[in-house]
């Protein structure tokens, strides 16, 4: 059976895993999108060149306590050819990562391209995907290793062109080239598709559902109105949330259906208020997609 999945993101740094943990239980979520990259310090987990495996085991035992999984993970993310990283040290990070998955119990690893820094629409786009295809492909190893599959994200860039941030297609912002860059990349591949960043992109969103097919294994569902990444929750933007699900449903998804929605602004007090609400909506889609 599919699990409603919620990710961590915007309360652990703030609440704990402890309290964080409790919280996604009691609310009734079978799974959780676990973060790899604590935002005030992205490498925390993953810095040094051993990983801290028991930290995460005790993780998934802690998650388990609390009634639910951790259905896949997000790398660490914000990389660019041209701001000092090396392919050598991006990969490393990469690899921690996918063991640090397999350690949560998880098979499936979020990741996001590195990106040049002004590769917007097509100004250096093959060259910027042929980068990519190297680094994920040494990665492919790893992957194996672990049982992980690393799930390639649509994506934006932003750019301040006349002094306003402004977010524009890049590498990944099509479900075409994510098909072309899973199909080449092979079996340890697929698409985790983001809802939000297909908004700001423009994309046909169940259009690029269908096109994804079978490639597309997890979700990334938020909404925004279509200017800014503000993963708000379900039906309080412009996604058509109930048309992707028809268009899920077609293709015969079976992967979890996960929100990742930021509660970065919303006091503990009211988190359980909005994660009943997003439950529900989950659970509305799981009928849609189980043909109840």
Known sequence: MRKISVSGYGYIERLGYDRSFALIGKAGFEAMDFPLYPEKNRLAFLSGEQLNAPFFSDLKKKAAANGFSIGQTHAPFGYREDDGSTLDGILGIYERAAIATAELGADKMVVHPI????????????????????LFERLAPTLEKCGVTALLENMFIAQKPDGFKRLYPTIYSTAAELARAADALGPSFGVCFDSGHALITKEDIPAACRLLGKRLLALHLHDNTGDRDDHLIPYFGKVPFDAMVEALKEIGYGGNVNFEVHFGNVPEAHIPTVFSYIYEVGAAFRRVLDGE
Do not use: A, P, T
């Not at 786009?125 to 295809?133: D, Q, S």
């Open 115 to 134: 990106k040049f820094e002004n590769c917007v629409g097509d100004y250096r786009r093959e060259e910027c995907f042929e980068l990519n295809l190297r």
